[in-house]
């Protein structure tokens, strides 16, 4: 098996992308790959901006995964600077083959080089499993998250 390239998306990556989105069933209820506009303008704004790092992972010029690492300024704990994983996707074709540790100890050495105390994530209640791997990782599940629905 060829090695993972993990690198920066491009415009070209973003159907891959949006397909990963929407293989799950989570994704499936809120992902449309059938109109790729809104998902096209999404990557403009983070591609200009500079504190996000959306990355896919490629094996024989295949997307087999994706995250996106946002970096977070803040005052709380002593101006800790936090990163925040979101989006961490592996293509089904992938699940089971160790690409989603490589992912995650990745968004670890890029936040550490971006100089960021903490690394943070949220994972819907209902993938069980994703929470299972993070544990493994080293996270913990230390905060109870909460969401507002504005559109």
Not at 6 to 33: F, H, K, S, Y
Request: hydrophobic share 45%; glycine share 8%; aromatic share 6%.
């Amino acid at each position: 098996m060829t090695a993972v390239v993990i690198r920066r998306a491009t415009a070209t990556d973003v159907p891959g992308i949006v397909a990963m989105l929407a293989d799950d069933e989570i994704g499936a209820t809120r992902e449309n790959p059938a109109d790729l506009t809104p998902y096209a303008a999404a990557f403009t704004a983070i591609e200009a901006d500079p504190n996000q790092v959306l990355v896919v992972a490629e094996r024989n010029g295949d997307l087999v995964g994706t995250l996106q690492l946002t970096i977070v300024p803040g005052l709380s704990r002593q101006g800790a600077t936090r990163a925040l994983v979101e989006a961490v996707r592996v293509a089904s074709s992938a699940r089971g083959s160790g690409l989603g540790t490589t992912l995650m100890e990745w968004s670890i050495e890029e936040a550490r080089a971006r100089d960021c105390a903490i690394l943070q994530l949220t994972s819907d209640k209902a993938r069980t499993d994703a929470h299972r791997f993070y544990l493994n990782l080293g996270f913990t599940q230390s905060h109870e998250g909460f969401k507002y629905q504005l559109s």
